[in-house]
């Protein structure tokens, strides 16, 4: 699968009615960017079903899950899901998977435990599937590209055998050399990166921190820090000034296009930009506007 080098992350769609998203995506797409990139969260809306919607709405660009959680729906229907959405849009549908965080877990009902052997064991299953080909034999199975959510080498090292490879969330510039080092040069690898466009350095920070304070008491997020190198003073007080500016690019242009490029110097394949929104601009779209001539251009 072939990814442009920059796509757009975008938490808004999962909670925005459709009449909001569609135009906003239609926009995203007019303005050139490659991939369209959205998380699901317990209570937001289906991941799948949400693909279909802002896929019918759009015409070129990939939609891409980021992830849909493996514990919301059994291996079978995530194949065949990703089936339909692949067969009705023209191959543009990119599924994401990922084991998700005890919180978003444990209260549907099952329990959080062993991430990695639980998605080894899921995509077997989606490999193994019944699917009914249309000549009505369960043989001759289209493959499902998928990308894995992974931090850690376990998981990182399991989306080079069993995917397309990794989607990564909330890292800095350190981990996409590390995670590229541990995949191989040939599997894909496209880390989210939140950006506020602020000239006014101190509300730009003020943003930042807030974005990232709800995941540094999510365990995997804190221990794949802690694996960095990060340590608990940089925890404190809702996020160092070093753990803020190295997750969150803010202030200027300039500075955003700088940690774009890192990224993709250290090995990423696209990054996903994550216009930080507010009650005004949800969707981030004065952000992706004014850096789309630029971020294309990379």
Do not use: C
């Amino acid at each position: 699968m072939q990814l442009g080098r920059i796509g757009v992350w975008l938490p808004a769609v999962t909670v925005s009615p459709a009449a909001a998203t569609r135009p906003a995506i239609r926009e995203i797409e007019e303005l050139g960017y490659d991939t369209l990139w959205y998380p699901e969260g317990l209570g937001t809306r289906e991941s799948f079903t949400n693909a279909a919607v802002m896929l019918a709405a759009t015409d070129r660009i990939r939609i891409a899950s980021g992830i849909a959680n493996v514990w919301g729906r059994d291996a079978v229907n995530a194949a065949n899901a990703a089936r339909v959405l692949d067969d009705a849009f023209g191959g543009r549908f990119l599924l994401g998977l990922g084991v998700s965080h005890p919180r978003q877990v444990d209260p549907r009902g099952h329990t959080y435990a062993k991430p990695v052997a639980t998605m080894s064991a899921y995509l077997d299953a989606m490999d193994a599937d019944p699917y009914v080909s249309p000549d009505g034999s369960a043989s001759a199975r289209p493959p499902v590209p998928r990308v894995l959510a992974a931090l850690r080498a376990p998981m990182l090292r399991l989306a080079a055998e069993k995917a397309l490879g990794a989607h990564t969330y909330l890292v800095p510039v350190k981990h996409t050399r590390r995670a590229r080092e541990l995949l191989g040069p040939s599997p894909l690898l496209v880390p989210e990166q939140m950006v506020v466009l602020d000239a006014d350095p101190e509300a730009a920070r003020g943003r930042a921190q807030r974005a990232i304070s709800w995941y540094l008491d999510t365990p995997n997020y804190a221990e794949n820090l802690r694996w960095l190198g990060y340590d608990d003073s940089d925890f404190a007080g809702g996020g160092s000034d070093r753990l803020v500016a190295d997750l969150v690019a803010y202030g200027p242009e300039s500075v955003i296009l700088d940690r774009v490029r890192a990224h993709l110097g250290a090995g990423a394949t696209q990054v996903a930009v994550q216009p930080l929104g507010d009650d005004a601009d949800p969707f981030g779209l004065d952000t992706l506007r004014a850096l789309a001539p630029a971020l294309l251009a990379l």
